[in-house]
């Protein structure tokens, strides 16, 4: 039987959690992880108890859906929602993270970014996370890892 690396034990959670995103024009999971545990999760997603998307559709502003939480949001607020630090964790992503997360990542000390999928890479993400000595590194997710579980019955 094989066994799978902790990068794509943790990336592939990120990728279930991605499959309970509710917006409909990018489903991305994040997963937080700390001394190889995982701490918190998050999918792109409404407000607790808002509309979703899918039902009631996307809310466009400026070419971006503002009804949705990112991914990376949700985990690093279920960190300070239930009081889990979130200094020196690494986070694992299904994308590439826009701006915003890559400040709130970095505001939140997270250490390291480890992303599945180059998602429209701002340069100056890339930027602010060098700054701030986050390690960025791209980990692409081989989806033959979920084709494993028939190994187990
Ligand atoms: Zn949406
Ligand atoms: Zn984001």
């Known amino acids: 039987m ?10 592939a959670q990120s990728h279930l959690l991605a499959l309970r995103s509710t917006c409909t ?26 509309a979703h998307c899918m039902d009631e559709g996307c809310y466009i502003i400026d070419n971006h859906c503002v009804r949705t939480i990112h991914a990376e949001m949700n985990a690093i607020l279920q960190c300070a929602k239930f009081g889990v630090p979130t ?28 992303y599945a999928k180059d998602y429209k890479n701002h340069p100056y993400a890339l930027e602010l996370f060098q700054q701030a000595n986050v ?6 997710f081989d989806k033959n890892v979920l084709s494993l579980l028939r190994h187990i019955d």
């Open 25 to 50: 024009r990018l489903a991305v999971g994040a997963t937080i992880v700390r001394d190889k545990r995982i701490i918190a999760g998050g999918y792109n997603g409404s407000i607790a108890g808002g």
């Open 135 to 140: 390690l960025v590194r791209h980990v692409p």
């Open 87 to 114: 200094e020196g964790s690494e986070i694992y992503v299904t994308h590439f993270p826009c701006l915003h997360c890559c400040k709130a990542i970095i505001q939140s000390g997270i250490s390291a970014v480890y």
């Open 2 to 11: 094989e066994r799978i690396t902790w990068h794509q034990y943790f990336m």
